[in-house]
């Protein structure tokens, strides 16, 4: 017949198995407070307006990621530059953490002071490399960073290891943007980001993204931006504003079981004739 347990035995098991049920509560809430303080921070950095000039349409979205641990590294930012023209970003902090959440608030800081210094795309990617360099951080970014003038239709892109955007024109064409690029920043010192000018058209619209948007457990990268090409030729045609195809773009994510952050940033411009 099978020992019975003694009453201290069963009151020893209980013990332990109160002790490991808080250990478990006290991580948890751990793990909850930090979620939430990387989500604060990360919000509190992204831009609370954004810039406004004649015939310029801006809209952003950005949705959390769907697995707490992994928030901390998307961003956005638009802001008007020195000589009035518009500088546009977005980019991804490799890592999912209140480190990367930080990390993520000095690339954005140093984009913007260096702008003040040179506008140039490539020429401020290369900046904000060294100037990341030389924190002596573990992590890197990636980035795409464009200089719009509104007067012209000018755009010109610069990219640091970053997924490419989506462009779409008035009359129906779409596709994703075949620019060189560069690699991350935060890696290597020294490095040039080439620029490549597009024309941004009356009725066309760029669509500026993160991995977390096209990227997921049910989809990947290449067929993901496919449906952005997609959504983007559809409003340009169907004359949609720009935060009607950035909410699209944004629920697009949210369907594929995204693991990452998603942030995008679309840009349409009513003016001058012209095609990306």
């Known amino acids: 017949m099978p020992r019975k347990r003694a009453p201290d035995e069963g009151d020893e098991l209980l013990a332990r198995l109160g002790s490991l049920t808080a250990q478990a509560r006290r ?10 303080l990387a989500l604060a921070l990360q919000r509190g950095m992204l831009p609370r307006d954004l810039p406004a000039a004649p015939g310029l349409h801006l809209a952003v979205r950005y949705a959390p990621a769907n697995l707490g641990l992994n928030v901390g590294g998307d ?52 900046r904000t490399n060294d100037l990341l360099v030389s924190l ?22 610069a990219r640091a290891g970053h997924i490419p955007c989506v462009w779409a024109t008035g ?15 935060g890696i290597e010192k020294g490095v040039d980001y080439p620029v490549t000018r597009y024309r941004l058209a009356a009725g066309g619209l760029f669509v500026l993204l993160t991995d977390g948007v096209v990227e997921g457990p049910s989809l990947d990268i290449e067929d993901g931006l496919d449906q952005v090409v997609r959504l983007a030729g559809v409003a340009a045609v169907a004359g949609l504003e720009a935060r009607s195809l950035a909410t ?24 001058p004739a012209g095609r990306p």
């Open 171 to 185: 009359d129906g064409k779409s596709g994703v943007a075949e620019d060189e690029g560069g690699p991350p920043l």
């Open 136 to 157: 002596g951080s573990d992590l890197f970014a990636t980035c795409t960073f464009m200089r719009l003038d509104p007067a012209t239709g000018v755009l010109e892109s």
């Open 27 to 36: 991580r948890a809430e751990l793990q909850r407070t930090q979620v939430e």
């Open 248 to 271: 699209a773009v944004i629920k697009g994510a949210e369907g594929i079981g995204h693991e990452d952050d998603a942030a995008v940033l679309v840009v349409g411009l009513d003016g």
């Open 75 to 126: 961003w956005y930012d638009a802001f008007t530059m020195p000589d009035g023209r518009i500088g546009l970003a977005i980019g991804d902090v490799q890592g999912h953490n209140i480190e990367a959440a930080a990390f993520m608030g000095q690339v954005r800081a140093g984009l913007r002071a260096l702008a003040s210094v040179t506008g140039e795309p490539g020429e401020l990617l290369a």
